[in-house]
């Protein structure tokens, strides 16, 4: 993983977050807070402000300042989460290095924890985990598995558009969405919809790499 990677995807995220305005926007009227479009676009706009600043640094340092910058400007549920996903992967980045898919996934597993930990959550409390889990899990089979590149990321993507599916059915935990009880039923996610959108994002642009 190198810093030139992680800004071109992460122009290629802000596009694909705007792209998918209206629908995230919907979801989250439906049974979030109203303000996780908002502070996702925010957030990727803040990212591709830094570029400058960011490319000439190694992938480790990259990260953890990307980390910083959204838990100091971002609110929400979203904004300290995703700092200590990109803060974890930095951590372990500089510990056992991003240079080949295996140390990648074990960076992206430590970043999913990480989210775990800080949010208190897990898979099937309709959350982003419901997809960032499902990846993170399939990534290391994969990988695991000797499968290459075109192959990982179709399983990825393929493992994101399933775990965002399931929060259809699912009774939320967390949020706003806890308090609706079965009403929530019948109603993606938000957050796992980001999710979804930014992991088939980097996907793509892997696999056209």
Do not use: W
């Not at 074990?106 to 775990?116: D, E, K």
């Not at 919809?193 to 980097?202: A, E, G, L």
């Amino acid at each position: 993983m190198n810093t030139a990677f992680i800004l071109s995807a992460s122009l290629a995220i802000h596009a694909a977050i705007v792209a998918n305005e209206s629908e995230i926007e919907s979801l989250d009227r439906a049974i979030g807070d109203g303000d996780h479009y908002i502070n996702m676009k925010r957030g990727t706009e803040i990212i591709a402000g830094m570029y400058n600043e960011l490319l000439p640094l190694p992938a480790d340092e990259a990260l953890n300042k990307i980390g910083m910058k959204l838990l100091s400007t971002i609110g929400g549920a979203s904004g300290p989460l995703f700092a200590s996903f990109f803060m974890a992967m930095a951590k372990t980045i500089k510990q056992n290095g991003g240079n080949n898919p295996l140390e990648i996934a074990a960076a992206f597993a430590a970043g999913v924890q990480s989210i775990m930990q800080r949010g208190k959550a897990d898979i099937g409390e309709k959350t982003m985990l419901d997809v960032l889990i499902p990846v993170s899990t399939t990534f290391t089979l994969s990988e695991a598995e000797g499968k290459n590149l075109t192959e990982i990321c179709k399983a990825i993507k393929l493992a994101a558009d399933s775990g965002l599916e399931s929060t259809r059915d699912l009774i939320a935990t967390k949020g706003r969405a806890a308090g609706l009880g079965e009403r929530a039923i019948g109603h993606l996610d938000a957050g796992a919809k980001s999710c979804q959108v930014m992991v088939n994002t980097v996907c793509d642009l892997l696999i056209k790499s």
